[in-house]
DNA sequence: GTCGGCTCACCACTCTGTGGAAAGATGGTG
DNA sequence: CACCATCTTTCCACAGAGTGGTGAGCCGAC
């Protein structure tokens, strides 16, 4: 019988998912919530809500003023454990220190997590843009560098993930539908790169390659950023061939 | 006696507590851990352990492999959430940016945590320090800009810190007793700056100030670091006026 | 002052989380 | 190749942890 709450994965420890839950509401929140406010968003009751962040708060996960309450210190040492514990990572902070140096560029690692992206480390090229750093940023997968990871996703996944994309209007103004993404899709798998003018950020450009991974997966890629004007269309080819040796390097060093 | 172990703060919801061990046991240990390591280290039974292991891994929280597992991506967004939302380390940035370009120095900012303190924010000098990002790495209250936050806790805390430091040995050799802590806090409460050399690294030095907060707490501070050629002794004074009027500065536009 | 909304403490019921024990993997050794 | 030590996974019946409805305090708005 198709039970009507699907939100119910049935899976023990309730209390553990539901306290996921409340932190998942608390990172996408970008402002304090109030405890009523996180309780509707996680659809659980004012009390048990309550309960989990006293606990979360004891513990540091979250920190509770006036306004509400916002997620605490305690996650940093987490996402920091990720990053230093996280083999590619390493393998890859040099060769993108190289590529960002050899380019003028930015570079960037970002890995796929469901149907978006999140960066992972970024290197600033010649001129360095003026960006708080982003790591952490979730993005999405049909802009950017993000076609990439569609792109190189096995089969099921792309059409899973065409079927969701609904038509969406670029930075620059261009309206794109799936069918043309798929399109453009198919044209990366081609040349192995995925190449983006103005798709996130009028006026940007950059240029993508997937790591490889051994078990054909691409889960991450690696990317260079610049204005429109330090990436010409003429060269995208050359910049994506050296993209991909530098993915080949990462992918060696770290498998 | 000074509970040593209790381990058992009775708290509800012991599930999640249990999960937050587990978590942190994942964040201290710098390599993957196999199951029963971490069962060992959280001091729980190695089926509990799975189970809270499994959910967190479903959640992405955590990643296995062959070798054991590790903080998974997951633990990220939160992080970011935290950077991104914590209204100190907004309006810290642009002007950590001009303590850097006015000294030449690296600027930073961390903020307590217990007895230690983690780093939030870094930008670096005219000479970029060739080092990974080091946000959300956790360092000693007793060395480098830690004093800073050592001498301007409250008495009881002080003390409290003091009573539970070893003589320890710094970076350049000499070994520090607490006494001598005292008294090097004693100092840099009257300066209102604290001083490092050699602390934590050889041949580095560092000057931090508190950042003021409206309850006259500090838990949080701003520092330069350098080698020690680039902040000679006669230079310090100046470069705790301008950490002092950066630190006013993000108070005002914090709080 | 009055009102509505938010937060927190309480407590009896019940379903969730527990952990011992046994089966299944894994890998090192002679 | 057979053996053994160690680590991982699955299972299940019981106990108590987690739940959430309820109502008392606390604001701040009007």
């Known amino acids: 019988m198709p039970d009507v709450e699907a939100a119910k994965p049935a899976t023990s420890m309730r209390s553990l998912e539901r306290a996921i839950d409340v932190l998942e509401v608390l990172d996408s929140g970008h402002h304090p919530l109030r405890l009523s406010e996180i309780a509707r968003r996680a659809g ?63 570079a960037s690692l970002f890995r796929r997590l469901g149907w978006s992206r999140v960066v992972l480390a970024r290197v600033e090229g010649g001129t360095p843009l003026r960006y708080e750093l982003p790591i952490g940023e979730r993005l999405p997968l049909h802009v950017g560098g ?67 991974e051994p078990d054909n997966l691409a889960m991450a890629a690696i990317q260079v950023t610049g204005s429109q004007a330090d990436i010409p269309l003429e060269r995208i080819p050359e910049l994506g061939a050296e993209l991909k040796r530098a993915a080949l390097a990462i992918s060696r060093r770290t498998f």
Do not use: W
Request: net charge negative.
């Open 146 to 212: 993000g076609k990439t990871l569609a792109a190189f996703m096995d089969e099921e996944e792309t059409a899973a993930f065409l079927a969701q994309v609904e038509p969406h209007t670029r930075a620059d103004g261009v309206v794109v539908t799936s069918a043309e993404l798929a399109a453009e899709l198919a044209e990366v798998r081609a040349v192995g790169y995925s190449t983006a003018r103005g798709d996130r950020e009028p006026g940007m450009a950059s240029v993508a390659v997937p790591v490889p």
């Open 44 to 106: 659980l009751p004012v009390a048990t809500t309550q309960r989990i962040l006293g606990v979360l708060e004891a513990r540091g996960r979250v920190e509770k003023d006036a306004v509400g309450y916002r997620p605490g210190v305690g996650l940093i040492f987490g996402a920091h454990a990720y990053l230093a514990g996280n083999p590619m990572l390493t393998a890859a902070r040099p060769i993108l220190q190289d590529l960002a140096g050899a380019t003028g560029l930015t």
